[in-house]
């Protein structure tokens, strides 16, 4: 696949979680902004072309030509909206050298731009390499796929764990039949082929799965889904009950049979089908991505810990070089 456009997403309106009163993206980090340690992996990655960032305009123009990036002038800003999924959109739109609005949008699924995938991610994950960013890219087969979802394994990120005498980062995640895993939050997608863009909001809304109100905001959802309404709630339990049996038992004969029945492609195809598009869950190999900045915490964490799990994942890009 030839270089791809990268879209970063910086805004701080609504559903963005501030940590310190703070957009995350202007939070430091060594010094230098998280959005600049991630835009920084973007420009070394091999198959980026194109960065554009979403936010708020004048503090990211500050921000960038105040850093020591190169060539600032090719990172392009546009102007954030009133949420996460307008944001994605501009960030589309303006890669392909238009002006957005939600009219230009709508008529581009008629054009030639149909089929053109970007490179989506969040601007809080001050970890995430080049390596990653160019296996994401590389791995996401966007000539069947409308969608690709990064994904990461527990045993990747086992070595962010806490361990004697060094802190670490504990996640939740999904569990299913190929293997504890955790959305990396990384997305290759093709804007123009995904439909009923609604639910992509109200998920995101939702995303926080450890709050019952966020539990039983996202299973509501699934009542509006037409034909797939059965299939979505079954898979949603099922990883909901898998979930809490891990949690409180530690896996177990019901929890294997569940978590048995918790295939990738089934809830990608249900996925899929409700937003009318063709998805699929990539795996990457070094768990940088994975861990964004979500809390005070985690940000004083990652900043103690940042130099060995750099080196933690140069040693995993050398392995997989060297195959």
Known sequence: ??????????????GAKAIHHDNKAFLSFHGEPLLIHVLRALQNARRV???FVVGPTERLRSVIESSNLREKESIEIVEQRQNLLENGKAGFVASLGMDYSPAVFHSLRQSEHVDVPVLALSCDIPLVTSWELDEMVAASNMEVYDYCVGLTKEDV????YPAENTPGIRMAYFHLNEGRCRHNNLHMVKPLKIHRLVFVEQMYL????????NMFRLFTVFLFVGRWMLNAARLYLGLQSSRTLYKHRHRGRLYERIKATNKL???????GGIMDMKMAGVFTSYGGAVLDIDNAKDLEVAEAMSERWMMHQKLIYNSLENK
């Open 1 to 14: 696949m030839p270089g791809v456009s990268a879209i970063v997403l910086a805004g701080d309106k609504k």
């Open 49 to 51: 072309d194109r960065v």
């Open 157 to 160: 990120l086992k070595a962010y």
């Open 206 to 213: 939702a995303r926080y799965q450890k709050k019952f109100i």
């Open 265 to 271: 492609k089934s809830l990608a195809r249900c996925i």
